[in-house]
């Protein structure tokens, strides 16, 4: 057993924005992605995220507002650098905020946010959601310069899109490790606080959950696709063991 690892645990943030999919698909008011919260929170998870999207596709404003209220509900609210969305984070003030980009067209956060180069404009956005206690997030591609641009302009926390490492396979897949690895680190180095996501399953998560910079990691996809057959309380679990097991070095 790696000694690094006992004792240590990864936060696991369950994204419900897929359980609003399934409601928005039928225009009704189930199933609730607060009740499925709800039930994540009870079988285990640390914190709910959602990503409140421009088109509304999935989760409604009543959604984050209502996720604010659930007694013991860490909230990790996802959105876009914009000004519409920053008074709408100031107004419910979740405990977090990740910044992702987001296109219309995109079926889902497609790549990082491009930190770097874009400094002059995130960095007020960045420090009026810090300066009202909000802890910030920037949701960037394992790259060195973004992960000391997302410094510069003031966020406390990276979150590591998992995405590219997820979908490839053998020495593009130990590249992709090795990035994640080395962009983590260098994270911590300038004393941010490392998060990461996307893509991930109970089959891929543990060599991320086992990264020793890891913080939290948030999977929504395929949590929700998995509660389907067992339940939302089942496939959580299931989650919390995968990364359990990594850390155990198992
Ligand atoms: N983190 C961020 C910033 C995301 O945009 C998403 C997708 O909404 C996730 C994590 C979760 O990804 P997945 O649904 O593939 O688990």
């Not at 419900?16 to 189930?30: E, N």
């Not at 020793?212 to 949590?223: F, K, Q, T, V």
Request: hydrophobic share 45%.
């Amino acid at each position: 057993m790696n000694a690094d690892r006992v004792g240590r645990r990864v936060l696991l943030g369950v994204n419900v924005d897929h359980v609003a999919t399934l409601r928005q698909a039928r225009g009704t008011s189930f199933p609730d992605p607060v009740e499925a919260a709800r039930l994540a929170l009870e079988a285990g998870a640390d914190g709910i995220t959602v990503h409140l999207r421009e088109d509304r596709r999935h989760v409604q404003e009543h959604d984050v507002r209502r996720l604010r209220a659930t007694a013991g509900c860490k909230l990790n609210l996802e959105m876009a650098a914009t000004d519409e969305m920053a008074a709408f984070a100031l107004d419910v003030r979740p405990e977090d905020v990740c910044i992702v980009p987001e296109r219309r067209a995109e079926l889902t956060t497609e790549g990082g946010l491009a930190v770097a180069g874009n400094e002059s404009t995130l960095a007020p956005l960045v420090g009026r959601l810090v300066d009202a206690g909000i802890r910030v997030s920037l949701f960037v591609d394992p790259d060195r310069g973004q992960v000391e641009a997302s410094r510069a302009v003031g966020a406390q926390v990276v979150e590591l899109h998992t995405g590219r490492w997820c979908d490839a396979s053998g020495d593009a897949a130990a590249s992709e490790l090795r990035a994640l690895r080395e962009a983590a680190d260098a994270a911590v180095r300038r004393g941010l606080v490392v998060n990461a996501g996307h893509g991930l399953t109970t089959g891929n998560v543990g060599p991320i959950a086992a990264l020793p910079a890891m913080n939290e990691l948030n999977i929504g996809h395929s949590i929700v696709a998995r509660a389907v057959y067992v339940g939302i309380g089942e496939a959580v679990r299931e989650m919390r063991r995968a990364i359990d097991r990594a850390l155990a070095g198992e």
